[in-house]
């Protein structure tokens, strides 16, 4: 069954350095999304993309965050300068249309030091 | 601001008998609702969605029921099995274009042998 990857499963960065985050999500699939899980906290949406643009965005999606396909397959979500509490799970997701389920990456687990 | 509620952090059932999850909603604009299941270092896994002209859908041992007056859900897995044990996630969405979904605090199931 085809899946939704993401790279590397754990990153470790320092406080303000960059950091990008890597998905690969299913081959047919039109839209795409980040959220992201504090631990011991629910799964917060972050930022949702179809057709080469964001179409919806939370509020914790600030100037700090972006998010771009550099090509046909992967889908990327950059945090310009990390704080303490951008420590996290990030999952990506995707679905292929509207209003079915959106199919979840394994995370990667997010460090800020 | 909890529009997503699941109010029993966790559940123990034992094996083979019935595992009922509840989900409440306080925003009467969704209209498709999804459950998913996480197991620890993975994404969540969808089990199960249901939109808002139906009130019940069924998928082997899964069964999602859907009251949109009382804006209650709730997910019965029967018989349960030890495999079933993880954190469920309801969440929730409206027909938008960016399909937010909001998702609960989750509940941890404990199937016990």
């Known amino acids: 069954e085809p899946e939704v990857t993401q790279t590397p499963s754990h990153q470790v960065t320092q406080m303000g350095q960059e950091v990008i985050l890597r998905c690969v999500p299913i081959?047919?699939?039109?839209?795409f999304y980040w959220y992201r899980q504090i631990l011991g906290q629910k799964v917060e949406f972050l930022v949702s993309?179809?057709?080469?643009?964001?179409?919806?965005k939370s509020e914790i999606f600030d100037d700090q965050f972006s998010v771009e396909r550099p090509d046909g397959s992967n889908f990327t979500l950059k945090i310009r300068s990390t704080k303490l509490e951008d420590s996290a799970m990030y999952f990506c997701?995707?679905?292929?249309?509207?209003?079915?389920?959106?199919?979840f990456g394994n995370g990667t687990r997010l460090t800020v030091t | 601001d909890q529009q997503v509620k699941q109010n029993s952090p966790s559940l123990s059932v034992q094996e083979g008998r019935i595992s009922i999850l509840n989900c409440d909603y306080t925003?009467?604009?969704?209209?498709?609702f999804l459950w998913y299941k996480k197991y620890p270092a993975e994404g969540p896994t969808f089990l199960i969605s249901?939109?808002?002209?139906?009130d019940k859908n069924e998928d082997g041992r899964f069964t999602v029921f859907l009251n949109k007056s009382a804006k209650h859900l709730s997910l019965h897995i029967v018989p349960s099995q030890p495999g079933d044990s993880a954190v469920y996630f309801c969440?929730?969405?409206?027909?938008?274009?960016?399909?937010?979904?909001?998702f609960g605090p989750g509940t941890r199931l404990s199937v016990l042998p």
């Open positions: 997701a995707s679905s292929d249309r509207i209003n079915s389920p959106l199919h």
């Open positions: 081959s047919n699939h039109l839209y």
């Open positions: 993309f179809y057709n080469n643009e964001i179409s919806e």
């Open positions: 925003n009467s604009m969704f209209d498709y």
């Open positions: 249901i939109s808002s002209i139906k």
């Open positions: 969440a929730a969405s409206r027909d938008n274009y960016g399909q937010n979904f909001v």
